[in-house]
């Protein structure tokens, strides 16, 4: 019945926001997870849990991580207490990349609810030229880049992310609690994968 949905999306898609949003929400059946990454705390926009290099390798060989994966030259991570929330009956939100949605697929299958976070063109261009990061040429290619996050995954929920942020927390609170209540699955998480 429990459900971890790996949430997807372009730089600019407004995916931080979203999660900070659904943090505030007063939802007792919907936690979201942090990740655990190699990089500073007050780098980037995530709330995430900073660790070492040497601190991530050392959990990730005591089995602590329910998935890790590389990017961008830094090390993620997702502890093992989704296991134990989704045991509990909780619906558990990650920040998820596309290129490791296989592997969230085969360890987690039919509780795995992937939700991939669309925004239009116009609307990128103009959050991303907002945010004032990104010089004019930057901005075409991070637009390039989310033509590749276009909505075509098999079995991804598309989530239109152009509204306001209101609109897209409720839209996803109406997707998780329609996924929670069309199927029963009794979570029984596979051995843990590191790539």
């Not at 999306?9 to 997870?33: C, F, I, M, W, Y």
């Not at 909780?90 to 987690?108: I, K, T």
């Not at 261009?125 to 995954?153: H, N």
Request: hydrophobic share 40%.
């Amino acid at each position: 019945m429990s459900k971890i949905v790996w949430l997807m999306g372009p730089s600019g898609s407004g995916k931080d926001s979203l999660l900070t949003a659904l943090r505030q929400q007063e939802n007792n059946q919907l936690l979201v997870a942090h990740r655990y990454i190699t990089r500073a705390a007050d780098a980037g926009c995530e709330n995430h849990i900073a660790l070492s290099e040497k601190e991530f390798a050392q959990r990730q060989q005591q089995g602590l991580f329910a998935l890790c994966w590389q990017a961008h030259q830094q090390s993620y991570g997702v502890g093992i207490e989704l296991d134990i929330w989704l045991d509990s009956g909780f619906d558990v939100v990650v920040n998820g990349s596309r290129q490791h949605l296989a592997q969230a697929r085969a360890r987690y299958a039919e509780a795995l609810v992937p939700i991939c976070l669309h925004v239009s063109t116009d609307v990128l261009r103009k959050r991303l030229e907002q945010r004032g990061r990104e010089t004019a040429q930057q901005i075409e290619q991070r637009l390039q880049r989310a033509a590749f996050y276009a909505p075509d995954l098999d079995d991804c929920m598309i989530l239109n992310n152009d509204g306001s942020l209101d609109e897209s927390v409720s839209s996803f609170i109406r997707m998780v609690n329609g996924q929670r209540n069309a199927n029963i699955v009794h979570f029984r998480p596979k051995e843990p994968r590191h790539v």
